[in-house]
């Protein structure tokens, strides 16, 4: 069985709409971290929902595998019981419902059976430690009213708890100031392991100086257009995307 | 969490809908008439201006016509409808042993014998028309609490009994507080002491089991100076082709410094017409809740009134309701100021699914000279599916200008967004939906005993079932 999530020649479009993802081709093998950098409208931010099951979206072509099993056929939540985790660009605001009660649904729905209010509650601690994050967060209604900081922050710390094998980061970085992508980035580390594997989607180099990459993609127009180690996001920061885009042009 | 009771169609697999082999051991003819009102009258042994009172009001119902203004009553049919069924004998036994046993029985399904030993501090159980079993705990009796039927607290505290009934609502309130008036069988009367501070909740529970019968309890609960009551009541009935119809009305007085509340958890099933009214004057500092949760019932119109007739009173109304394809929940609350430096807010969220309506109907009224009142409402909407409706009428009337008052009204649809946010964490789409919908509740749901916000909770995720998608 292969230990990897694997994007396969991936078409997808806006549901009745324009197509974003024209052939993207990506493999990130379990146990490592793959960047994907580009500019904006790139298709980066599609990628990760599609590769969640996002409705708003319809694969044209093209298959995504988990460890050589491919789950286009299979819900959002199922896709999520696979072991999948979407950290969101815009965490989504869902008012009357406490962070802790929703997080512990969440993971009793994966595991497909009640968990121990102690399992939980030790989860939670670890994670909230490593964030270096108080308990008031736990029972605030999810996302309401938090701080854009505290959103990518709780994400992160809802993928600590639920425990993804692939997860896509999709922008945690962007809005965050240098101490709170510290932590940001201490979680992603705290995951890195044999059974963690991780795709981040950035704009930027700075957050790859805390989370070193085992691989850097570009993307530009739908479609992953070069690919290298950490060494290719210090060129994109120093000589900026066009390149990449001229690069693309004569493929 | 939800694996025993996943029902695409509730009015199918309602949990509560079973029939019981239980025969009335009486029961008026069909349709009302004077004759019908006295034989109520006659049943209960009631004094001679009871049944005065009784046929006065026969008189103003049959003079009022059918209101239009709200929900459609036109399927409403009096002529169809049993206006009295007697049970059993043996009213208000103090022991379930003396319940006749297929009653008890369905007081034990509907586990209020238990809850009665665990959480609450007294019971009243009526089965059709009539009260089956009262009983409060020693202790709030030895403290002067009563908690009996009404027809009870008519046969032994009369000269109370009569100082506040109909005061509340006069049966020329409205066509169904008159025809309530006129038919009335069952509810409770409670009378708090000056002081006494019920801590435990006091519940009424009303069940329907005859077909096509009418069940009209009248309450009157008397809260003294100082003192504190939470009193709840649940409503279940049998799922019939027929249609039923439950028309209550609620009378409160609540005293100098002493604070109530009343919440309803309403879940007939979806063939009952459910006219209530129910209305609280607050006194001097006296402090008056509303919690009004209308789940069932095939058209709901009931819109639980405060009066503030003192200054200091104050006044929370919080409504729920849920309707579902076939169901018209026309549901609200007014409150009536009328004494100075009084307060309060009414909290109304309201869910359609399917192609159900639900209606806010709400009135802020502050007279002239009625000083520095402070109201907020703040109603909101939910709609689940294309083909659900919501209405807002919110009636304002101030006539002094030194009134505060807050107004906000949303209107929302299930938010796709959310529900993939919630389902990319793991959760099957109808739970991220039904938790969706708990959260949009919660504001009003987090104010409910503990017992009863879990089986809000239940209800919900029930109705939610196969609602998205």
Known sequence: ?251 | MSENFLVEDIGNEYKYGFVDEVQPVWKAEKGLSRRVVEAISYHKEEPAWMLQFRLKALEIYQAKPVPTWGADLSGLNMDEIYFYAKPTEKRDAQSWDEVPEAIRRTYERLGIPEAERRVLAGVGAQYDSEMVYHQVREELKRQGVIFVSIEEGLKHYEDLFREYFATVVPPEDNKYAALNSAVWSGGSFVYVPKGVKVELPLQAYFRVNTAELGQFERTLIIVDEGAEVHYIEGCTAPVYTTDSFHSGVIEIVVNQGARSRYTTIQNWPHNMYNLVTQRAIVKKDAYHMWLDGNLGSKVTMKYPSSYLVEEGARSDILSIAFANTGQHQDAGGKLIFAASHTGGSIVSKSISKGSGRSSYRGLIKVYEGAKHVKVNVECDALLINEESRTDTYPYMEIEDDTATVGHEATVSRLNDEQIFYLQSRGLPEDEAAALIVRGFIEPVAKELPLEYAVELNRLIELEMEGSVG
């Open chain 1, 1 to 251: 069985m292969a230990n990897e999530l694997e994007i396969r020649n991936l078409h997808a479009r806006i549901v009745d709409g324009e197509a974003i993802l024209k052939g993207v081709n990506l493999v990130v093998p379990k146990g490592q971290i793959h960047a994907v950098m580009g500019p904006n409208g790139a298709g980066k931010s599609t990628l990760g929902k599609v590769i969640a099951g996002d409705p708003g979206y319809e694969v044209t072509q093209g298959d995504i595998l988990v460890d050589g099993e491919s789950i286009l056929e299979l819900g959002p939540d199922e896709r999520a019981r696979k072991g999948l985790f979407l950290a969101f660009q815009y965490p989504v605001e869902v008012p009357g419902v406490s962070n802790a009660n929703f997080l512990r649904l969440a993971l009793q729905a994966k595991r497909g059976e009640e968990v121990s209010v102690q399992e939980f509650y030790a989860k939670l601690q670890k994670a909230l430690e490593t964030l270096e994050w108080d308990e008031s967060i736990l029972t605030r209604y999810l996302n309401d009213g938090f701080s854009g900081g505290e959103k990518k922050r709780n994400e992160i710390m809802h993928m600590m708890v639920l425990e993804p094998i692939y997860a896509i980061l999709d922008e945690t970085d962007s809005g965050l100031d240098i101490d709170a992508l510290k932590l940001v980035a201490k979680g992603v580390n705290a995951m890195r392991g044999p059974n963690f594997g991780a795709l981040l989607i950035t704009h930027y180099q700075r957050i790859l100086n805390y989370i070193v990459p085992d691989a850097v993609h570009v993307m530009i127009d739908g479609r992953i257009v070069t690919s290298g180690g950490p060494e290719l996001a210090m060129k994109l920061e120093e000589q900026g995307y066009d390149w990449v885009k001229e690069l693309a042009l004569a493929n």
